[in-house]
Structure formats: C-alpha cells, structure tokens
C-alpha cells in the first residue's frame, strides 16, 4: 500500500502508549492520521503535541469505542472529514486484573467491552468502507497473552484471545476483497499500562516503538504477502 500523503489511518487508544507511538510514526511517514481516546483533555493534550509539525494531517476524536453507535460515527466522521480510511489500528485497550473468583462484574464487562467489542465494532465499520475501494490493513494489537494466560487475567485474558479469534476469522472473511488483517502479539511492553506491581523500568523489555515500528513494516509488504499473525518478544528477557 502507498504511504504518500493521502493515505488515512484511523488508530484507536492514540493518545499515549502504545497507539501514540503508531499515531508519530505513521506521521513520519506521510499519513493522514484520526486517533481516538477516551478522556477528552487526553485527546487534546495529544493532539497539541502532535499538531506541531503535523498541522492538517492529524486529528484527535474524544469515543467511548465500547458503544457501537459511538465508533459507527467516529468512522462516518473520518470518511467524511478524510475521504476514506487505508488502514484501522485497534489498539485501545485497559486491563483490570484479579483472581477470577473475586474479579467483579463490572470490571470484566469493562474489560470485554474495551478490548474485544470496541475492536469489533471498528474493524466491522471500517471494513465496510474498505470493501467498497478494493482494499485495506486491519492491525489489531493483540498480546501474547493471547495465548498465554495467567493467573490474574481471566478477564485480559479472555479479551485477548477474543481478539486473536476476531483477528484470524476476519482476515479470511475480507482477504478476498484485497483487505489484509493481521494480528500483533506484543510480549512485555514498557508503559504505564502494566500493573503497577510490574511497573519499574527495565531496558530488556519492548517499547511502544518497537510495536509502531512492526505496524510501518506491515504497511509496506507487497500486495501478495500476508502476514496474519506477528509474534513480537524481547530479544533477552531475563532468566528465571
């Protein structure tokens, strides 16, 4: 796919971490980029940051992406201000752990809505729009405990391998319409998301920009190549 200056991204949970490193590096290489977030003075301190030297080709939108009818408008709102979407990072995502016997309800539906319904809703509408123009890059940011569960995680956990199964029976859904999904799987990234029991800095682990950087090497495989799932270690975590 082109990434000349008419190329729109739309990246969800863009406003630090993960999805702000997506959002800068996208921008560095010529997109148009629409992120999203939920907290409102979040998105606007993004987006002034990032306005700077990207004045006209980024902007910010305040969505709750576990409402359905929220990111159906969010995607209208992009089509509409940008033309079209080339390419749909799902990566809003919030993490709530604790044994699954004392876990509450509102935190695992928390959980779900965000992780796993919210990347539904997105990647339902935006390939929509992809289908109609013939193609498309769907990249959903998964984790590795995808496939890894641990004890603590039943609801991450069970958002993530929601997400994996989306992310794979998507992809053979909407392949034949020239639009490619893949799947990232991210082991230990140094943010603020991590639990802060797991929060001191430790330069072995993964940064946000190691993550960005895999979603621009996505975006400049040819045509015919697919690569559905990444899995994306630390080189040298340390020895248990």
């Known amino acids: 796919m ?9 990246v969800t949970g863009g406003s630090r971490g993960i999805g702000r490193a997506v959002v800068e590096a996208l921008l560095d ?5 629409h992120f999203c977030s939920l907290g409102e003075d979040s998105v606007a301190s993004a987006l002034s940051a990032l306005e700077t030297d990207n004045a006209g080709r980024v902007f910010g939108h305040t969505v709750d992406i576990r409402s359905q009818t929220a990111v159906d408008s969010l995607v209208d709102e992009v089509i509409r201000r940008s033309g079209h979407i080339d390419c749909l990072v799902n990566n809003a995502g919030l993490g709530r752990f604790g044994p699954v016997d004392s876990i509450s309800g509102d935190d695992w539906r928390c959980v779900i809505q965000t992780n796993l319904d919210g990347a539904f809703y997105a990647l339902r509408a935006c390939s929509r729009s992809m289908i109609e123009r013939g193609s498309g890059w769907i990249i959903n940011i998964a984790s590795l405990a995808a496939k890894n569960p641990f004890a603590g995680g039943a609801a991450y956990n069970a958002s993530k391998f929601g997400l994996l199964g989306l992310s794979e029976a998507a992809m053979l859904d909407l392949r ?3 639009i490619r999904v893949t799947a990232i799987l991210p082991g230990s990234v140094d943010t603020d998301f991590r639990p802060p029991s797991r929060r001191p800095q430790t330069d072995w682990m993964l940064t946000a920009g190691d993550v960005a950087r895999t979603v621009i090497d996505l975006l400049r495989y040819p045509p ?10 630390p080189s040298q975590p340390p020895r248990h």
Not at 2 to 10: H, M, N
Not at 224 to 233: F, G, Q, T, V
């Open 2 to 10: 082109s990434t000349d200056s008419r190329s729109i991204a739309l």
């Open 29 to 33: 290489e010529g997109w148009v980029v």
């Open 176 to 178: 034949h319409h020239g």
């Open 224 to 233: 015919r190549a697919l690569p559905s799932r990444i899995e994306l270690r």
